[in-house]
């Protein structure tokens, strides 16, 4: 019977992690929105520094072409991972988990465009969409991410043939490789559209707190024992990091500025 390389699927998911990071640092860039990370706009860039070479500007919209081949080969691969054993749990749970990041994103877009506004005519919605709208689905989509990566887990070891501890630890690799892009992602390129959700890091504990009360074995703790263990650690602790970062930045940086008032909703 045919067996995966294991260390052939992790390739597959670093690959794709590289280029979802790849396609936020160049629409950041394209777009204007990573004004701490990028200082001018690829355009700006490409007009201040014409040569007899460059072309027109639409020949750039090549990349979206580029782009979105790369996503269509990385799909394919990734269905070549779960072509023999591919179970409907494991794609509709991720196709939940997608679903939820795509409306946080587009709920994070929308309140940067008219959070000025909002804090200055409705200073009490402003707040309830961030901590119940924003926060409710991070802890939607951060649980069914998780429940992802346990159904990946089950049909790897159940169907793919592969041992359970070898699962388990690709698995919690995986949270783990997530984790910590989520903190980095949050608090240094992201922080003007997310720094008010703080419930990614609960739903971790959570997850991880019942593994450990259901399988941990105090007398004789194996390798995956000890390394949902020290996850269970280091999420705390960069949620403790996170909160303070938060507050100091609530009161140091904050968003805007009480000095003007608008009393229109702006439309863009």
Request: net charge positive; proline share 3%.
């Amino acid at each position: 019977m045919y067996e995966h390389n294991i260390f052939k699927i992790i390739l597959i998911f670093l690959t794709l992690a590289v280029y979802i990071v790849m396609v936020a640092f160049n629409a950041g860039a394209g777009s204007g929105l990573m004004k701490d990370v990028f200082l001018q706009r690829v355009g700006n860039l490409s007009d201040k520094f014409n040569t007899n070479i460059t072309p027109a500007g639409w020949t750039f919209m090549i990349w979206n072409v580029i782009f979105a081949w790369q996503f269509l080969w990385l799909g394919y691969v990734l269905a070549g991972i779960c072509r023999r054993f591919l179970i409907p749990a494991l794609v509709f749970l991720g196709a939940i988990a997608l679903t939820n990041h795509i409306v946080l994103f587009i709920s994070y877009r929308a309140l940067y465009l008219h959070g000025e506004w909002f804090d200055k005519q409705r200073r009490v919605d402003l707040w309830l969409i961030r901590i119940f709208v924003q926060n409710g689905i991070a802890v939607y989509a951060t649980w069914t991410t998780i429940a992802s990566l346990l159904n990946f887990a089950v049909a790897l070891t159940y169907n793919g043939n592969i041992p359970n501890g070898t699962s388990t630890t690709v698995c919690l690799s995986l949270l783990a490789f997530e984790v910590l892009l989520w903190f980095i992602l949050e608090n240094f390129l992201f922080d003007k559209y997310v720094r008010y959700t703080l419930t990614v890091y609960p739903v971790v504990f959570v997850a991880l707190s019942g593994v450990l009360d259901k399988h941990f074995n105090e007398a004789a703790p194996d390798g995956n024992n000890i390394y949902i263990a020290v996850l269970l650690a280091v999420a705390c602790a960069l949620f403790v990091v996170r909160v303070l970062l938060v507050i100091w930045r609530h009161f140091k940086q904050p968003f805007y500025s009480r000095s003007t008032s608008k009393t229109s909703f702006p439309l863009a």
